[in-house]
C-alpha cells in the first residue's frame, strides 16, 4: 500500500492542531495503559490498521498482555477486564458508532466508574482516535512501521 498524500506536511496547521490534543492527553486524568486500550478499541472498530499497530505496541510497551489484547475485541465475554476498563470499554464503542445516540444506561455505567474530569478526558481520547481513524485511513497510512517511545 502506498500512502496518498503526507497530510501532516501539506496541512500543518491542522496536524499541529491534533497534536495539541494529544499532548493534552498525555497530561489526561485517565491512566494512560487505558488510553491505549480504548485507542485500540476504537481502531478495531474503524478497520485502521496503522492505528492498530501503534497502539497494541504502545500497549504493550506498557506492560499490557498479549492475551487481553487478543481478547479485546470480545472484551464482554473475556473475563479479565475491570468494571472500570469495561465502562470505558462500552464508552468508547457508543461514541464511535453514535448508532444509538449515548443511552444513558450506557453514562450511568461510566459515571460510576470515571468522574467528570476523567469522563471528558476520556472523550476526548476516544473524539481524538476516531479522527486519527478517518485520516488513516483516507489517506492510507502504511502499518508496521511505527515504533513505541522508549521508556
Known amino acids: 500500500m502506498k500512502p496518498r498524500i503526507e497530510y501532516y506536511k501539506v ?5 499541529r492542531g491534533m497534536m495539541a490534543l ?8 485517565v491512566e494512560e495503559k487505558l488510553l491505549h486500550m480504548v485507542r485500540l478499541r476504537a481502531s478495531q472498530m474503524n478497520g ?6 501503534m497502539h497494541w505496541k504502545d500497549a504493550r510497551a506498557l506492560g499490557e498482555t498479549e ?17 472500570r476498563e469495561r465502562a470505558a470499554l462500552e464508552w468508547t464503542e457508543a461514541l464511535t458508532t453514535l448508532e444509538h445516540r449515548v443511552p444513558d444506561s450506557v453514562y450511568e455505567r461510566v459515571r460510576a466508574q470515571f468522574s467528570e474530569v476523567e469522563l471528558a478526558d476520556l472523550s476526548y481520547a476516544i473524539a481524538a ?5 478517518r485520516i488513516s485511513i483516507s489517506m492510507r497510512s502504511v502499518p508496521g512501521l ?5 521508556r
Open 146 to 150: 511505527y515504533k513505541p517511545k522508549a
Open 67 to 83: 492475551l487481553r489484547l487478543y481478547a479485546l475485541d470480545a472484551w464482554r465475554e473475556y473475563p479479565d477486564y475491570t468494571d
Open 129 to 133: 482516535i476516531n479522527a486519527w481513524n
Open 48 to 53: 485502521c490498521a496503522y492505528c492498530i499497530d
Open 22 to 29: 494529544e499532548k493534552s492527553l498525555e497530561e489526561s486524568s
Open 11 to 15: 496541512a500543518p496547521t491542522g496536524y
